[in-house]
C-alpha cells in the first residue's frame, strides 16, 4: 500500500540583489542537470542592475555527482516519482514567485530561461504559472514533450521564444531537433533560433546579446 502525504519544505533559491520593486525586468533562470542555483546565477550578475533583477531557483533533488562523497548537484526530477516531482516544482516556482513579487507595487516585464533539463521545466511551469511572459529562452533544450499544447499555445501566444544551443552540443541531436520541431509546428508558433560556437554551456556574449541588445 503507497500513501503521500504534504507537508512544508524549505528549500534555497538565489537573486541577483534584494528587490525594491522597482525593477522594471524580472528574469527567472532554471540551471540545468547536476548544477546548483548559487553558481547558475553568478553567469547573469554581470547584467543585474537596479532595474533588472535575476532569480535563479534551485531544483529540490539533490545528489552527489560522483560516488558518494564530494562536488553535489540538483536536478528538477528524474524518472522516479516523476508526476510528484513535477506538482513539487509548480508548488515550489508559484510560492517563489508570489513572495518575490509581492514587494511590487507594479507588474514588472518577466524573462524565463531554461538551460538544458530546465529548459522543459521552464515550460511545464510557465503553462500553469498566472503571470505571463515577455520571453522564453529555451537554451541547451526544449519544449517539455508532455505538455498540453492547447495551454501552452494560448499561453504563449504573445511570448518571445528563443532557441539558443551550441553547434558543438553533443546533446542536441538529430532525433531531438526533429521531435522539436513537429512540437513547434503543433504549436503554431514562431521562433527565434540562435547558435554560438560551442558545447552544453552558456555563453557569455550570447547572453549579454539576448539579455541587452534584444534578439
Known amino acids: 500500500m503507497k500513501k503521500s502525504i504534504q ?4 528549500t534555497p533559491y538565489f537573486l541577483s540583489h534584494e528587490p525594491t520593486g522597482k525593477e522594471q525586468e524580472v528574469w ?24 533588472r533583477l535575476f532569480i535563479a531557483p534551485e531544483g529540490t533533488n539533490h545528489s552527489y555527482l560522483k560516488d558518494f562523497q564530494g562536488r553535489v548537484g540538483a536536478n528538477w526530477m528524474t524518472s522516479y516519482q516523476r508526476e510528484t516531482a513535477i ?19 507594479q507588474v514588472p516585464r518577466f524573462h524565463l530561461l531554461g538551460f538544458s533539463q530546465g529548459a522543459a521545466t521552464a515550460t511545464r511551469w510557465a503553462s500553469q504559472w498566472e503571470g505571463s511572459l515577455d ?18 499555445k494560448e499561453k504563449f501566444a ?8 551550441g553547434l558543438e552540443d553533443e546533446l542536441i541531436t538529430e532525433e531531438s531537433k526533429k521531435r522539436q520541431e513537429e512540437l513547434i509546428l503543433e504549436l503554431g508558433k514562431p521562433i527565434n533560433l540562435l547558435t554560438f560556437s560551442g558545447g552544453h554551456e552558456i555563453d557569455p556574449k550570447t547572453i549579454e546579446r539576448i539579455i541587452n541588445q534584444g534578439f
Open 28 to 51: 527567472i533562470v532554471l540551471h540545468g542537470y547536476g548544477q546548483l542555483a548559487e553558481f547558475f546565477i553568478r553567469k547573469f550578475l554581470p547584467h543585474a542592475s537596479e532595474n
Open 7 to 10: 507537508f512544508s519544505y524549505e
Open 87 to 105: 506538482a513539487n516544482n509548480y508548488r515550489y516556482l508559484n510560492q517563489m514567485m508570489e513572495e518575490v513579487l509581492s514587494a511590487f507595487e
Open 135 to 152: 520571453s522564453l529562452i529555451l537554451w541547451g533544450g526544449g519544449f517539455a514533450h508532455d505538455l498540453v499544447l492547447e495551454v501552452a
Open 158 to 165: 504573445s511570448t518571445e521564444v528563443i532557441l539558443v544551443h
